[in-house]
Protein backbone atom coordinates (compact mmCIF):
# COMPACT_ATOMS: atom_id res chain seq x y z
CA UNK A 1 0.00 0.00 0.00
CA UNK A 2 1.05 3.19 -0.27
CA UNK A 3 3.03 4.88 2.31
CA UNK A 4 0.99 8.47 2.32
CA UNK A 5 -2.35 6.02 2.83
CA UNK A 6 -0.38 4.18 5.35
CA UNK A 7 0.21 7.03 7.18
CA UNK A 8 -3.90 8.16 7.00
CA UNK A 9 -5.59 5.32 7.19
CA UNK A 10 -6.07 1.44 5.90
CA UNK A 11 -7.68 0.88 2.96
CA UNK A 12 -10.20 -0.87 4.32
CA UNK A 13 -11.39 2.11 6.34
CA UNK A 14 -11.30 4.16 3.35
CA UNK A 15 -13.51 2.21 1.58
CA UNK A 16 -15.71 2.02 4.74
CA UNK A 17 -15.46 5.75 4.62
CA UNK A 18 -17.12 5.89 1.43
CA UNK A 19 -19.39 2.99 2.37
CA UNK A 20 -20.58 4.77 5.01
CA UNK A 21 -21.21 8.23 3.13
CA UNK A 22 -23.56 6.17 0.43
CA UNK A 23 -25.12 4.85 3.63
CA UNK A 24 -26.44 8.32 4.91
CA UNK A 25 -27.32 9.28 1.55
CA UNK A 26 -29.44 6.66 1.20
CA UNK A 27 -31.28 6.41 4.48
CA UNK A 28 -31.47 10.41 3.87
CA UNK A 29 -33.77 9.74 0.51
CA UNK A 30 -35.45 7.39 1.59
CA UNK A 31 -36.98 9.20 5.04
CA UNK A 32 -37.60 12.43 3.17
CA UNK A 33 -39.40 10.47 0.11
CA UNK A 34 -41.84 9.02 2.99
CA UNK A 35 -42.09 11.98 4.86
CA UNK A 36 -43.26 13.51 1.73
CA UNK A 37 -45.80 10.90 1.06
CA UNK A 38 -46.99 10.94 4.66
CA UNK A 39 -47.52 14.67 4.49
CA UNK A 40 -49.65 14.44 1.32
CA UNK A 41 -47.63 16.41 -0.86
CA UNK A 42 -47.39 14.03 -3.62
CA UNK A 43 -50.42 15.23 -5.33
CA UNK A 44 -49.15 18.91 -4.67
CA UNK A 45 -45.35 18.59 -5.69
CA UNK A 46 -45.81 16.17 -9.24
CA UNK A 47 -48.84 18.40 -10.54
CA UNK A 48 -47.71 20.16 -14.49
CA UNK A 49 -44.82 21.32 -14.84
CA UNK A 50 -43.19 21.71 -11.33
CA UNK A 51 -43.61 17.70 -11.47
CA UNK A 52 -41.15 18.06 -14.47
CA UNK A 53 -38.87 19.75 -12.68
CA UNK A 54 -39.06 17.65 -9.40
CA UNK A 55 -37.93 14.38 -11.42
CA UNK A 56 -35.43 15.79 -13.48
CA UNK A 57 -33.58 17.75 -11.02
CA UNK A 58 -31.18 15.10 -9.29
CA UNK A 59 -30.48 14.53 -13.33
CA UNK A 60 -29.64 17.93 -14.10
CA UNK A 61 -27.61 18.12 -10.46
CA UNK A 62 -25.35 15.19 -11.76
CA UNK A 63 -24.30 16.93 -15.12
CA UNK A 64 -23.28 20.26 -13.20
CA UNK A 65 -21.16 18.11 -10.88
CA UNK A 66 -19.48 16.74 -13.67
CA UNK A 67 -18.79 19.89 -14.98
CA UNK A 68 -18.05 21.80 -11.54
CA UNK A 69 -17.16 18.73 -9.55
CA UNK A 70 -13.28 19.62 -9.72
CA UNK A 71 -14.00 22.85 -8.79
CA UNK A 72 -15.62 22.20 -5.40
CA UNK A 73 -13.67 21.76 -1.94
CA UNK A 74 -14.27 18.64 0.12
CA UNK A 75 -16.99 20.63 2.87
CA UNK A 76 -18.85 21.74 -0.40
CA UNK A 77 -18.81 18.09 -2.12
CA UNK A 78 -20.54 16.90 1.27
CA UNK A 79 -23.01 19.71 1.36
CA UNK A 80 -24.07 19.06 -2.29
CA UNK A 81 -24.37 15.19 -2.00
CA UNK A 82 -26.84 16.02 0.65
CA UNK A 83 -28.51 18.06 -1.51
CA UNK A 84 -28.28 15.69 -4.65
CA UNK A 85 -29.95 12.76 -1.98
CA UNK A 86 -32.47 15.54 -0.78
CA UNK A 87 -33.52 16.28 -4.43
CA UNK A 88 -33.55 12.92 -5.22
CA UNK A 89 -35.76 11.93 -2.27
CA UNK A 90 -38.52 14.24 -3.14
CA UNK A 91 -38.69 13.04 -6.51
CA UNK A 92 -38.70 9.28 -5.22
CA UNK A 93 -42.38 10.14 -2.93
CA UNK A 94 -43.95 9.57 -6.02
CA UNK A 95 -43.44 5.75 -5.76
CA UNK A 96 -43.84 5.84 -2.51
CA UNK A 97 -47.28 7.04 -3.01
CA UNK A 98 -47.82 4.74 -5.80
CA UNK A 99 -46.49 1.44 -4.41
CA UNK A 100 -47.52 -0.53 -1.01
CA UNK A 101 -45.23 -0.38 1.92
CA UNK A 102 -44.53 -4.38 1.63
CA UNK A 103 -42.87 -3.71 -2.61
CA UNK A 104 -40.71 -0.70 -1.21
CA UNK A 105 -39.16 -2.72 1.88
CA UNK A 106 -39.00 -6.16 -0.92
CA UNK A 107 -37.55 -4.08 -2.92
CA UNK A 108 -35.06 -2.13 -0.77
CA UNK A 109 -34.25 -5.42 0.44
CA UNK A 110 -33.51 -7.19 -2.67
CA UNK A 111 -31.42 -4.05 -4.10
CA UNK A 112 -29.37 -4.40 -0.85
CA UNK A 113 -28.49 -7.63 -1.67
CA UNK A 114 -27.92 -7.45 -5.12
CA UNK A 115 -25.83 -4.58 -4.69
CA UNK A 116 -23.98 -6.06 -1.75
CA UNK A 117 -22.72 -9.06 -3.86
CA UNK A 118 -21.54 -7.16 -6.78
CA UNK A 119 -19.68 -4.97 -4.57
CA UNK A 120 -17.95 -7.55 -2.45
CA UNK A 121 -17.04 -8.73 -6.25
CA UNK A 122 -15.60 -5.64 -7.66
CA UNK A 123 -13.49 -5.23 -4.61
CA UNK A 124 -11.94 -8.80 -3.97
CA UNK A 125 -11.87 -9.86 -7.45
CA UNK A 126 -8.32 -9.76 -8.99
CA UNK A 127 -9.19 -9.71 -12.67
CA UNK A 128 -8.91 -6.26 -14.64
CA UNK A 129 -12.38 -5.12 -14.93
CA UNK A 130 -11.16 -1.89 -16.04
CA UNK A 131 -12.26 -1.86 -19.87
CA UNK A 132 -16.17 -2.04 -18.63
CA UNK A 133 -16.10 1.51 -18.06
CA UNK A 134 -16.63 2.86 -21.65
CA UNK A 135 -19.47 0.33 -22.21
CA UNK A 136 -21.16 0.66 -18.74
CA UNK A 137 -20.97 4.54 -19.83
CA UNK A 138 -22.44 3.96 -23.45
CA UNK A 139 -25.23 1.65 -21.78
CA UNK A 140 -26.07 4.79 -19.19
CA UNK A 141 -26.34 7.43 -21.78
CA UNK A 142 -28.79 4.59 -24.13
CA UNK A 143 -30.84 4.12 -20.80
CA UNK A 144 -31.81 8.23 -20.03
CA UNK A 145 -32.51 8.63 -23.84
CA UNK A 146 -34.75 5.22 -23.83
CA UNK A 147 -36.27 6.78 -20.47
CA UNK A 148 -37.11 10.57 -22.04
CA UNK A 149 -38.58 8.90 -24.90
CA UNK A 150 -40.74 6.43 -22.34
CA UNK A 151 -42.08 9.71 -20.70
CA UNK A 152 -43.74 10.24 -24.04
CA UNK A 153 -44.85 6.98 -25.39
CA UNK A 154 -46.57 5.10 -23.20
CA UNK A 155 -45.46 0.93 -23.23
CA UNK A 156 -45.34 -1.52 -21.05
CA UNK A 157 -42.83 -3.56 -22.99
CA UNK A 158 -40.52 -0.45 -22.94
CA UNK A 159 -40.66 -0.01 -19.71
CA UNK A 160 -40.16 -3.37 -18.66
CA UNK A 161 -36.92 -3.33 -20.86
CA UNK A 162 -35.63 -0.61 -19.49
CA UNK A 163 -35.74 -1.68 -15.93
CA UNK A 164 -34.24 -4.99 -16.53
CA UNK A 165 -31.32 -3.29 -18.36
CA UNK A 166 -30.91 -0.74 -15.66
CA UNK A 167 -30.19 -2.90 -13.38
CA UNK A 168 -27.49 -5.46 -14.92
CA UNK A 169 -26.35 -2.07 -16.32
CA UNK A 170 -26.14 -0.39 -12.62
CA UNK A 171 -25.01 -3.91 -11.03
CA UNK A 172 -21.96 -4.00 -13.25
CA UNK A 173 -21.14 0.02 -12.41
CA UNK A 174 -21.43 -1.41 -8.58
CA UNK A 175 -18.65 -4.00 -9.02
CA UNK A 176 -16.66 -1.66 -11.36
CA UNK A 177 -17.02 1.35 -8.94
CA UNK A 178 -15.92 -0.19 -6.17
CA UNK A 179 -12.72 -1.83 -8.21
CA UNK A 180 -12.01 1.50 -9.22
CA UNK A 181 -12.14 3.04 -5.65
CA UNK A 182 -10.04 0.08 -4.40
CA UNK A 183 -7.89 0.97 -6.75
CA UNK A 184 -7.66 4.95 -6.21
CA UNK A 185 -7.35 4.24 -2.45
CA UNK A 186 -4.27 2.58 -3.18
CA UNK A 187 -2.09 5.83 -4.58
CA UNK A 188 -4.06 8.42 -2.58
CA UNK A 189 -2.85 11.22 -1.09
CA UNK A 190 -3.67 11.97 2.63
CA UNK A 191 -4.77 15.27 1.25
CA UNK A 192 -6.99 13.96 -1.33
CA UNK A 193 -8.83 10.96 0.54
CA UNK A 194 -11.52 13.08 1.74
CA UNK A 195 -12.95 14.25 -1.40
CA UNK A 196 -12.41 10.83 -3.29
CA UNK A 197 -14.53 9.12 -0.41
CA UNK A 198 -17.56 11.78 -0.68
CA UNK A 199 -16.61 11.03 -4.77
CA UNK A 200 -17.09 7.87 -4.17
CA UNK A 201 -20.37 7.52 -2.46
CA UNK A 202 -22.08 9.53 -4.72
CA UNK A 203 -21.15 6.72 -7.62
CA UNK A 204 -22.20 4.04 -5.37
CA UNK A 205 -25.40 6.11 -4.11
CA UNK A 206 -26.29 6.75 -7.79
CA UNK A 207 -26.20 3.01 -8.66
CA UNK A 208 -27.73 1.57 -5.21
CA UNK A 209 -31.04 4.28 -6.24
CA UNK A 210 -31.39 3.24 -9.71
CA UNK A 211 -31.55 -0.45 -8.65
CA UNK A 212 -33.42 -0.02 -6.15
CA UNK A 213 -36.31 2.55 -8.40
CA UNK A 214 -35.94 -0.28 -11.16
CA UNK A 215 -36.53 -3.13 -8.82
CA UNK A 216 -39.89 -1.79 -7.06
CA UNK A 217 -41.00 -0.79 -10.85
CA UNK A 218 -40.86 -4.18 -12.26
CA UNK A 219 -41.85 -6.65 -9.20
CA UNK A 220 -43.52 -3.92 -7.17
CA UNK A 221 -47.47 -3.82 -6.57
CA UNK A 222 -49.21 -1.05 -6.87
CA UNK A 223 -51.80 0.91 -4.01
Do not use: C, H
Amino acid sequence: MNTSLSAAESLNTAVAGVLGRMAGGIFATLVLAAMVNALGLVPVLFSGILGYIIIFAPLAMSLFLMWKGNDLTEQGIKLWFFAFAAAMGVSLSMLFAVFTSASIAQALVGTTVSFSALAAWGYFTKRDISGWGPFLFAGVIGLIIASVVGIFIESTALQMTINVLTILIFLGLTAYDMNRIRDMFWNAAESDIGRMQWFGALSLYINFINIFVSMLQLFGNRE
